[in-house]
């Protein structure tokens, strides 16, 4: 029997996992991540209003990997054919995919995380006044969750911008305002909360000098692209300007035929959501298990500014 090429995937989140399920049985895959557990990221506001839900969004990557194995810790650096852990090991591989998305500093076990649920939900349970510092996606679905279990509470949410969820188009930032103010939340535009160490109510004054009056607040701001580790190793000079890696048209790192980039770390043309996270694996899977079954050396190039660039199946 061939023996099976080393996969190595960094980072255990959407994009990570996907690939390390697909490919365990015809590969010898490792999956790095410095958490035990895989978690749903749509479901993280939903479970700070219902933690209970948390128990079926926060799934240990043993319960669903056969027979990869999970070196936990987080990756340090990438040397030559080798991903270097802040644990000590080194994880030999034949192809590499990596996948280490946004940053988050949240704990390595699920019966940790599974509690942080519930400290935020009692946070919230105390709080008459609650204010969102942020309205992108994250300070818009939060808003809209708490709304809808705790009506009785009166929430404010602040934003930089002049309209909600700017990355979308302005139909959806009206119907978004429209909505939350129909729930009572008051939506302040154009103003900012100062995120800092210090920050702590329950007095808040935005830049523009309101003044705010909240029990407790939820900072929703965007996150940096979980990238650093890269920067001392050998793939430094592929990352752009915001931290993402060159990829071409079928996810490989630029002039790299045996690593991939999937998911948010990689500087694909095309919008980061989720579902193209999927399509995007899906171009990497394919090339990955094309190359590990050495049906073919090379996929023919495609342009990656589009969806219909996409194969379909
Ligand atoms: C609250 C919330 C709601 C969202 N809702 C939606 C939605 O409704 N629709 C949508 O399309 N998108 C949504 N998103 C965005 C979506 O979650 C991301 O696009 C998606 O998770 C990206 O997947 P990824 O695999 O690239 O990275 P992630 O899912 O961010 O996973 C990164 C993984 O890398 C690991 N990691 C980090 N550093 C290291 C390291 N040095 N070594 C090893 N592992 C490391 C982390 O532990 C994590 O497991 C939401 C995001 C959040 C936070």
């Not at 895989?38 to 933690?51: G, N, S």
């Not at 349970?125 to 708490?146: F, K, Q, R, W, Y």
């Not at 009572?184 to 009056?213: F, S």
Request: with cysteine.
């Amino acid at each position: 029997m061939a023996v099976k090429k080393r996969v190595v995937v960094v980072g255990g989140g959407v994009g990570g996992t996907t690939v390390a399920k697909k490919l365990e049985q015809d590969a010898d895959v490792t999956l790095i991540d410095p958490k035990e557990y895989y978690e749903v990221p749509f479901a993280q506001l939903r479970c700070i209003v219902e933690p209970k839900f948390a128990e079926r969004t926060l799934i240990k990557h043993s319960d669903y990997l056969k027979t990869a194995r999970h070196v936990q810790s987080a990756a340090e650096s990438v040397s030559g054919s080798e991903v270097i852990t802040a644990s000590g090991d080194r994880v030999p591989f034949d192809f590499l995919v990596i996948t280490t998305g946004t940053t988050f500093n949240g704990p390595s076990t699920r019966a940790e995380r599974l509690k942080m649920f519930e400290a935020e939900k009692k946070k919230l349970s105390g709080a008459n006044t609650v204010l969102i510092i942020g309205g992108g996606p994250v300070g818009v679905e939060l808003a809209g969750e708490i709304a809808t279990d705790f009506p009785e509470k009166k929430i404010t949410l602040v934003h930089s911008g002049d309209r909600l969820i700017e990355y979308l188009g302005k139909k959806a930032s009206q119907k978004a305002l429209k909505w939350l103010r129909n729930k009572k939340v008051e939506v302040i535009l154009n103003d900012r909360v100062e995120v800092g160490e210090g920050l702590a109510g329950p007095n808040y004054v935005t830049k523009n000098g309101t003044r705010i009056k909240a029990d407790a607040h939820f900072v929703c701001i965007g996150k940096r692209v979980g990238s650093s580790w890269l920067r001392n190793s050998d793939l430094s000079y592929l990352l752009d300007n915001e931290g993402r890696l060159k990829v071409d048209a079928n996810m490989r790192l630029e002039g790299k035929s045996n690593m991939f980039a999937v998911g948010d770390i990689a500087n694909t043309k095309v919008c980061l959501s989720c579902a193209l996270v999927s399509i995007v694996y899906s171009i990497a899977q394919t090339s990955l298990n094309m190359l590990v079954s050495g049906r073919v050396e090379f996929f023919s190039s495609r342009a990656n500014s589009s969806c219909d660039a996409m194969p379909t199946s």
